[in-house]
Structure formats: C-alpha cells, structure tokens
C-alpha cells in the first residue's frame, strides 16, 4: 500500500472517528433535551393541578366557580411567564399540552423521559390524541408510539393523522364545520418595514385565493412585467384585498399595480410618531408605526396623506421627548387618557404586548381608596391583566416617572418601565 493511499485511509479513519464522537454527543444533548421536556410536563401539569385546587381560595367568591377556575389558572401561568420571561399565552398554552400529555398519554411521557422520542413527537401525538373518542384512544396509543419511536415527526403526523381519521366517529364534514368557526387573519411584524399577513380559513377558499392569485400574476408576467413570480403574487394578493382588482381586470389592462400603488388605497386611522428632522426632510431616522414598529420617512407621509383619522407625534431626534401630538382625528379622546396610551405604548403588565389603545385605563391606587386620576396614577392594562392585578397575592405600586412594581403571589418583584423612545 503507497504512502498516500495510508495517509488517505488514516484520514479516513480520524473523520469517521470525529463524525461517531458528534453524532454520539448529539443524540445524548437530544436525549438529555427530551427528560428535560418530560420533567417540565410534569411541573406543569402539577401548576395547573394546584391552580384547581386552590381556586376558591385565591379568587373571590364573587366570581362564578368555573371562572375561580379559569382565573386561577391564569394567575399561575402569569407569575411562571413573568419569572421567566416567557409569554404568558405561550405558558398557558404549555401547561394545556402538558396535562394531556400527563393525564391522556403516560406511556408518552414515558418513552419521552426515557429519551426514545422528543417533544416535537410526544406533541404531535397528543394533538392528534385530543379528538380521538376514548374508546379508541389505547389503540391509537398501541399503534402510534412504536412508530415515534422510530419515526421522524413528519412520519409520524401524517401516520397518527390517518389513523385519527379512522377512528374517529364524527363525520368529516362535522368536524369541518366546528373547525371553520375559528377562521381568522393575523399580522406578524417581520424586519425592514415588513409584514406576513396569515389567513386561517378552510381549504377551498384558501386554495382558491391562491389559484386566483396565481391567475392575475401570470397573465402580468405574459404582458412583460419584469417582477418575480413570486413578487407578483405578493403584489396581486395585495391588490385584491386593497384595490379590488381581479384576474378579468388584468386581462383586460395586464400590469398589476406596484405596491406604492396600492399603498395609496391605504385609509387607516393610526398612529404615526415621526422624529421632527424626518418631518423636516433633513434626516431619514425612522419613524414608527403603532402596532408594527420602524418604518421609513417617505413611506409614513404617504400613510399619513391619505389616513382620514391620524395622530402625528413629532419628538425630538435625540432623546424621544414628545413636542407635539396633532389633533385632527376624527375622534380625538381626553388628553389625559391619550398621554397615557403615548407614554406606556402596551399593557404594563410584564411580558404583555398588548396594545395600549385597546387596554383599560387602571387607577394604580384605587379611586375608592383616594387614588387620584392623573399620569402619575393611571396605567394601561388589558383586561386580563386589570382583572388579574386584584387577585390575593398580586400587587401594584405605581413609581415615579411611570415605572411600575409588580409582586406576584409568590413573592418575586418585576419592574416595567413606559414605552421607550424608538432607536
């Protein structure tokens, strides 16, 4: 054998050996992951056993018992999102998952606390495992599990889904019409001035949207728009929600309009702070659209011209304070109420994103116990938290220059501040 030949297998060797040491570390970090994930079901579902148990002590009577429940429950999750800055939804969401898979499917939590599947797995079958009729459910069990164990989770979904199918003995086009009830559409903020706008409706409509945008951008792209595919889906889409313009129109007049385009059919009632040098056209600092975040100068005048009801806030460049707040809304609410929303932006509840506008306006200290109605004493809270705030063990101190004092009913402390000054 030549040297090189030695020298190749010796190599050989080293990269086989190195690759075994990787794939053994990461199957153990992933293993260890998965114990982890089973422990924290466990904890969860005993939180959310506790919140049970104690719902008639920690809330008022006043309440009906199935809301003591719901309250309680929802306290719990608020002080384990606020220790660990998490979202609170994402938390009650954890803690739903979590008792189904600790009360509906032990032998699942078993094989995830002994590493044989992950968590992706063990919530993939508990989904399917919700609408499966109790009778089936040991079958389900018996028949999905040996499949995790060695299965990927796409596997897996598409398995556990047909047979959820099978043994489910509520008719297709039941299920379909309970399902249709929880259509809706949802905007995520993405970087740059962006947006996704995600629509939750049943398949026909959503394939047939998606058809009708496919129509309008390819008869676009044989008239010789340069755009891609997929801009000019993006762009019809837009179009037809906002101008109303359909596929007949583009055969008949084939380019679809830009985006500035569409832009201009844009009437909201926002709010829109501005640096004053932005104003001015003598800075491009951002400004900032309420409910989204940065977007550019030139893009906010536009909005701006054609919005019919529009807060303008001009602040100083270089430490956020407010200069002026116009006033030609349509409905211009109590200064008081609205330097409030100004200064806290969201609810001021730890960890909350709610918007400001569509909070409560809470009396730190009670008017009944001589609070007073001033910036120094109102705050934004939504109403899950307004309500959550009067619960045994939940107190609020209001501090100089809004700063808020949390104490949760297990003794930890969390400060909120107002809303920042954008970036």
Same mark, same amino acid.
């Given at each position: 054998?030549?040297?090189?030949?030695?020298?190749a297998a010796r190599?050989?060797?080293?990269?086989?050996?190195?690759l075994a040491?990787?794939?053994?570390?990461?199957?153990?970090i992933c293993?260890?992951?998965?114990v982890?994930a089973? #422990?924290t079901? =466990?904890?969860? /579902?005993?939180?959310?056993a506790?919140a049970?148990?104690f !719902? $008639?002590?920690?809330?008022p009577?006043a309440f009906?018992?199935?809301?003591?429940?719901a309250?309680s429950?929802r306290?719990t999750?608020?002080a384990l999102?606020?220790a660990?800055?998490?979202?609170?939804?994402?938390?009650?969401?954890?803690?739903?998952d979590?008792?189904?898979?600790?009360n509906?499917?032990?032998a699942?939590?078993?094989?995830?606390e002994a590493?044989?599947?992950?968590?992706?797995h063990?919530k993939?079958?508990?989904?399917?495992l919700?609408?499966?009729?109790?009778d089936?459910?040991?079958v389900?069990?018996?028949t999905?599990l040996?499949v995790?164990?060695q299965a990927?989770?796409?596997e897996?979904?598409?398995?556990?889904?047909?047979?959820?199918?099978?043994?489910?003995p509520?008719s297709?086009?039941? #299920?379909?019409? =309970?399902s249709? /009830?929880?259509?809706?559409?949802?905007?995520e903020p993405? !970087? $740059?001035g962006?947006a996704?706008?995600?629509?939750?409706t049943?398949a026909?409509?959503a394939?047939g949207?998606?058809?009708?945008v496919?129509?309008a951008?390819a008869?676009?792209?044989?008239?010789?728009?340069t755009?891609?595919?997929?801009q000019?889906?993006a762009?019809?889409l837009?179009a037809?929600?906002?101008?109303?313009?359909?596929?007949d129109?583009?055969?008949?007049?084939p380019v679809l309009?830009?985006?500035?385009?569409v832009?201009?059919?844009i009437?909201?009632t926002?709010?829109i702070t501005v640096?004053?040098l932005?104003?001015?056209?003598?800075?491009?600092?951002p400004?900032?659209?309420?409910g989204?975040?940065?977007?550019?100068?030139?893009?906010?005048a536009?909005?701006?011209?054609n919005?019919?009801?529009f807060?303008?806030?001009?602040?100083?460049?270089?430490t956020g304070?407010i200069?002026?707040a116009g006033?030609?809304?349509y409905?211009?609410?109590?200064?008081l109420?609205?330097a409030?929303?100004l200064?806290?932006?969201t609810c001021?509840?730890?960890?909350?994103g709610r918007?400001a506008?569509?909070?409560d306006?809470?009396?730190?200290v009670a008017?009944?116990d001589?609070g007073?109605?001033?910036v120094?004493?109102l705050a934004c809270?939504?109403?899950?938290?307004?309500?959550?705030?009067?619960?045994?063990?939940?107190?609020?101190?209001?501090?100089?220059?809004?700063a808020l004092e949390w104490?949760t009913?297990d003794?930890k402390?969390?400060r909120?501040?107002?809303d920042?000054?954008p970036?």
């Amino acid at each position: 054998m030549s040297e090189s030949t030695t020298s190749a297998a010796r190599a050989g060797d080293d990269y086989a050996a190195q690759l075994a040491e990787f794939s053994d570390e990461y199957a153990e970090i992933c293993r260890q992951q998965a114990v982890l994930a089973a #422990r924290t079901a =466990r904890l969860l /579902a005993r939180s959310a056993a506790y919140a049970d148990a104690f !719902a $008639d002590t920690v809330v008022p009577a006043a309440f009906p018992p199935a809301e003591r429940r719901a309250l309680s429950r929802r306290s719990t999750c608020a002080a384990l999102a606020m220790a660990t800055r998490i979202p609170e939804q994402t938390v009650q969401r954890a803690t739903n998952d979590a008792e189904a898979l600790v009360n509906d499917a032990p032998a699942v939590l078993e094989s995830l606390e002994a590493g044989r599947i992950s968590a992706r797995h063990a919530k993939t079958i508990t989904d399917q495992l919700c609408d499966v009729p109790t009778d089936g459910r040991a079958v389900f069990l018996a028949t999905v599990l040996p499949v995790a164990e060695q299965a990927t989770d796409a596997e897996l979904r598409r398995r556990a889904r047909v047979l959820r199918e099978r043994l489910h003995p509520e008719s297709i086009t039941s #299920r379909s019409k =309970r399902s249709e /009830a929880d259509r809706r559409v949802e905007v995520e903020p993405a !970087a $740059d001035g962006m947006a996704w706008v995600h629509l939750f409706t049943t398949a026909p409509i959503a394939l047939g949207i998606a058809e009708r945008v496919d129509a309008a951008a390819a008869e676009s792209r044989k008239a010789g728009d340069t755009r891609t595919c997929a801009q000019l889906q993006a762009d019809a889409l837009a179009a037809l929600a906002l101008t109303g313009v359909t596929p007949d129109d583009v055969m008949s007049s084939p380019v679809l309009p830009h985006p500035i385009e569409v832009q201009e059919h844009i009437k909201p009632t926002v709010q829109i702070t501005v640096p004053a040098l932005s104003m001015a056209g003598v800075s491009d600092a951002p400004a900032t659209l309420d409910g989204y975040g940065p977007i550019d100068p030139e893009t906010a005048a536009r909005i701006a011209v054609n919005a019919p009801s529009f807060t303008r806030i001009l602040v100083q460049p270089e430490t956020g304070a407010i200069l002026s707040a116009g006033r030609n809304q349509y409905r211009v609410p109590a200064d008081l109420q609205r330097a409030v929303c100004l200064r806290d932006g969201t609810c001021r509840a730890p960890g909350c994103g709610r918007r400001a506008r569509a909070c409560d306006l809470d009396h730190s200290v009670a008017w009944d116990d001589g609070g007073t109605t001033d910036v120094g004493n109102l705050a934004c809270l939504c109403r899950h938290h307004h309500r959550m705030k009067h619960l045994p063990g939940w107190n609020l101190d209001h501090g100089p220059g809004g700063a808020l004092e949390w104490t949760t009913p297990d003794g930890k402390h969390h400060r909120t501040e107002p809303d920042p000054a954008p970036f």
